[in-house]
Every structure is written in structure tokens, then in C-alpha cells.
């Protein structure tokens, strides 16, 4: 059982935005702005495309955007396209094990 | 732009010793400004953080498993390594070498990944 919380799945037609969240506990998320969030297709390793909440990486788009309220990160993907579609998981450092520790992934759809 | 690329048997028998190397190119792991981690995913979702080594030898494990893991360092081949003793099934996943900044939580670089899997 992963230490954050994440919907299994979402989906969303090409050009909308769909929102991912990450649940924890005051003890990682609500606690500290460090939630990373990674996208992985199929076959592949994951890629960082949000850290510390809501940076991101000078290669990747500015369609995805992170934020924070309370024990709960969100990840928003706008103008969907179809390459989006793959895993996304939500990490965050915890105080209570002094670990990375990361969501159990969530499926995007493009349908 | 630093690539990372993991090594090493993808089967192991149970009770045995997992090996693996990350050999790290397009960037020295000389630089102080990262840690070298490991991390494992199970059947295509859970990850898991195993540990890190700096440049100068120094690591830091997940306290799970702390009794079975070492990772080593080469900077002359500009290499890391891990070990897992005493693997069990539960050990069976594609184990991944990360860049992680040093002082952050997040990984910017990974390795393809290499499936181990835990059979006699």
C-alpha cells in the first residue's frame, strides 16, 4: 500500500484539462513543499515534470502545473493531448519515515 | 545531458545476492550537487525508494531495508552500485538509478530500468 493516495484513473478528451490529486498527511504533504510528480509510458522510466510543489523543468511544458492545499498535491494537465496519455505518481519527502515516498500511480486516458 | 543506464543479472535465485551497476555518463558523479539513489517499481505501479550514495561514499538507506543493502560507489568508472542480500519474491521488480538533487527530494534523471526477477 503506497504512502500517498492517488485515483486509480482518469481520462479526458483531447484539448481539456484534468486535474490528478495526491493525498497525504501532515507528516509529508501538508507539511513540506516538496511533492514531485513524474509521468511514465508504457515500457519507459518515469520523467520529473513538476517538483517542489509547482516548479517545472525547463524541457517540459507549461500545460502541466502542480499545486498544494493542505495534505492534498494536485497535478493539472491543460489542452490534453494524445502523448499524454501514461502513469503519473506523486511523490513527497515524509517526516515520519525521513523518506521520498510516492503514490500508487494513476492511469490517464486520452479518450 | 547526463544519462544514467543500469547493469547486471535480471534473475536471481531466492536467498541469493541481487548486483546491479548504474554507469553514469554525460556528467561526472564526482559532482557534489547530487545523490545516487535506487528505486524499484512492482509489477508496473508501486515504487519504492532503496537508497542513496554520494560522491563521497557517504549513503543513506530505506530503514526496510537496511540489513540486506549496500551501495557502493567507483568514481574512477563513474559508476554505482547495488546489493541486495538474501532476496526473496518480494524482491522481484525493475529496479531503476536515479540523479537526485542534493538537498531535494526528486529524481530529474533515471536510468531505462532492468527487471529482476527472484526464481530458482
Known amino acids: 500500500q503506497s504512502a500517498l493516495t492517488q485515483p486509480a484513473s482518469v481520462s479526458g478528451s483531447p484539448g481539456q484539462s484534468i486535474t490528478i490529486s495526491c493525498t497525504g498527511t501532515?507528516?509529508?504533504?501538508?507539511?513540506?513543499?516538496?511533492v514531485s510528480w513524474y509521468q511514465q509510458h508504457p515500457g519507459k522510466a518515469p520523467k520529473l515534470i513538476i517538483y517542489?510543489?509547482?516548479h517545472r523543468p525547463s524541457r517540459v511544458s507549461n500545460r502541466f502545473s502542480g499545486s498544494k492545499s493542505g495534505d492534498t498535491a494536485s497535478l493539472t494537465i491543460s489542452g490534453l493531448q494524445a502523448d499524454d496519455e501514461a502513469d503519473y505518481f506523486c511523490?513527497?519527502?515524509?517526516?515520519?519515515?525521513?523518506?521520498?515516498?510516492f503514490g500508487g500511480g494513476t492511469k490517464l486516458t486520452v479518450l | 545531458q547526463v544519462q544514467l543506464q543500469e547493469s547486471g543479472p535480471g534473475l536471481v535465485k531466492p536467498s541469493q545476492t541481487l548486483s546491479l551497476t548504474c554507469t553514469v555518463s554525460?556528467?561526472?558523479?564526482?559532482?557534489?550537487?547530487?545523490?545516487w539513489s535506487w528505486i524499484r517499481q512492482y509489477s508496473g505501479r508501486g515504487l519504492e525508494w532503496l537508497g542513496y550514495?554520494?560522491?563521497?561514499?557517504?549513503?543513506f538507506y530505506n530503514p526496510s531495508l537496511k540489513r540486506r543493502i549496500t551501495i557502493s560507489i567507483d568514481t574512477s568508472k563513474n559508476q554505482f552500485s547495488l546489493s541486495l542480500r538474501y532476496v526473496t519474491a518480494a524482491d522481484a521488480a525493475v529496479y531503476y538509478c536515479?540523479?537526485?538533487?542534493?538537498?531535494?527530494?526528486?529524481?530529474?534523471?533515471w536510468g531505462q530500468g532492468t527487471l529482476v526477477t527472484v526464481s530458482s
Open positions: 536515479a540523479r537526485q538533487d542534493y538537498g531535494a527530494d526528486y529524481f530529474d534523471s
Open positions: 554525460g556528467g561526472s558523479i564526482r559532482n557534489g550537487g547530487f545523490y
Open positions: 501532515s507528516d509529508d504533504i501538508g507539511d513540506y513543499n516538496y
Open positions: 550514495i554520494f560522491y563521497t561514499g557517504s549513503t
Open positions: 511523490s513527497s519527502y515524509s517526516s515520519t519515515t525521513t523518506l521520498v515516498v
Open positions: 517542489d510543489v509547482s
